[in-house]
């Protein structure tokens, strides 16, 4: 495929490159930092979030902004100084199955404002649709040959990238496979020797939720100490969960929200219980997660909001509840 026009290397100076370890880090992260590597570039990731980086990011986000915004320009701030530059990318929803919250697209530009200060340099791409596979090998292949990389190069950066991306979703989808063949043994197992059966409990939240430490750590630990099998749904395969998502709605415009639901779809009757997580106040998942507990009909679910005040403060509590719950329904103590 030909770049219609060859871009101009006026990124050339650019060696470090600031990648935030927040929202579609934990979606795409692979992938961009094998493109930048495959190009000669250092990357250079934020911290792990922790309560600074919470704290930095929402003083300097107005209070709409979610959670998991609010901790992004947390990790921006504490790229500044350390990169040349920070790569903030832009994903549209031009796609009426395939959009994002319309924050990732003009993220680019709230990062340059929120940091216009520090004079933070800013690099960025436009992914106007990501089912459209061609149009996002010529929008990073365009970042590549601004970085002084010749066409042909940024091409096989790009694909350096896709490899590694794919290969990551792989591994956790073969290990989330692997998981649920364990719980079915060790069910059939206790179901022969007569004793409790083991819970698997899915944990539905986006990426940049259920992967960091910080924001959904405490939750995972907590269900892991209680002897559950915990999944988490954006491990599930993403194309099969993506095409699986047609069965709740023709109409949804959310490609992660898709993913999580199909995961949902796939998994439900493998698991036990369903554990929905979202950061305040996320309009898409607002919309979606009522939605869920209307459709999905038999299977308990408890739906958890986390917010930068109280973050994951007494919810495990209400964790220690519903699994005992679930336990007691087992052994027979909840008909219908």
């Known amino acids: 495929?030909?770049?219609?026009?060859?871009?101009?290397?006026?990124?050339?100076?650019?060696q470090r490159v600031g990648i935030p370890r927040g929202l579609l880090y934990w979606r795409y992260g692979e992938l961009w930092q094998a493109f930048f590597r495959s190009l000669g570039r250092e990357v250079v990731l934020s911290p792990e979030t922790d309560?600074?980086?919470?704290?930095?990011?929402?003083?300097?986000?107005?209070?709409?902004?979610?959670?998991?915004?609010?901790?992004?320009?947390?990790?921006?701030?504490?790229?500044?100084?350390?990169?040349?530059?920070v790569f903030v990318p832009s994903y549209a929803s031009c796609h009426p199955h395939a959009g994002f919250c319309t924050k990732f697209q003009g993220l680019p530009d709230l990062v340059r404002n929120t940091f216009r200060d520090e004079e933070l340099a800013v690099m960025s791409l436009l992914v106007g649709n990501i089912r459209?596979?061609?149009?996002?090998?010529?929008?990073?292949?365009?970042?590549?040959?601004?970085?002084?990389?010749s066409a042909k190069e940024a091409k096989a950066?790009?694909?350096?990238?896709?490899h590694a991306q794919r290969a990551a979703d792989k591994r956790r989808a073969t290990a989330q496979a692997a998981a649920l063949q364990d719980l079915a043994r060790r069910r059939a197992a206790a179901q022969a020797s007569?004793?409790?059966?083991?819970?698997?409990?899915?944990?539905?939240?986006?990426?940049?939720?259920?992967?960091?430490?910080?924001?959904?750590?405490?939750?995972?630990?907590?269900l892991e100490r209680m002897g559950v099998t915990l999944l988490l749904a954006d491990e599930t395969d993403h194309g099969r969960a993506y095409k699986r998502s047609f069965d709740f709605s023709r109409t949804l415009p959310w490609a992660a929200n898709r993913e999580l639901i199909g995961s949902i779809l796939m998994l439900r009757d493998q698991v036990d219980g369903?554990?929905?997580?979202?950061?305040?106040?996320?309009?898409?998942?607002?919309?979606?997660?009522?939605?869920i507990m209307r459709y999905v009909e038999g299977l308990p679910m408890l739906n958890l909001t986390i917010d930068a005040q109280s973050g994951t403060a007494g919810v495990e509590t209400r964790l220690e509840s519903f699994v005992d719950i679930l336990r007691y329904q087992k052994l027979g103590g909840y008909v219908g």
């Open 132 to 149: 459209d596979k061609k149009g996002t090998e010529r929008s990073v292949a365009e970042l590549g040959m601004r970085l002084g990389a």
């Open 157 to 162: 950066a790009y694909a350096t990238g896709l």
């Open 51 to 85: 309560k600074a980086i919470v704290e930095e990011g929402s003083a300097r986000s107005i209070d709409e902004c979610c959670l998991a915004s609010k901790a992004y320009m947390g990790h921006v701030a504490a790229l500044v100084g350390r990169c040349d530059a």
């Open 194 to 222: 007569g004793e409790a059966a083991p819970l698997g409990i899915l944990l539905v939240a986006h990426p940049y939720i259920s992967h960091d430490s910080y924001l959904c750590g405490t939750l995972a630990e907590a």
């Open 1 to 14: 495929m030909a770049l219609p026009h060859p871009a101009r290397p006026d990124l050339a100076w650019v």
């Open 274 to 291: 369903i554990v929905l997580v979202s950061a305040f106040p996320c309009g898409p998942d607002s919309m979606t997660d009522d939605a």
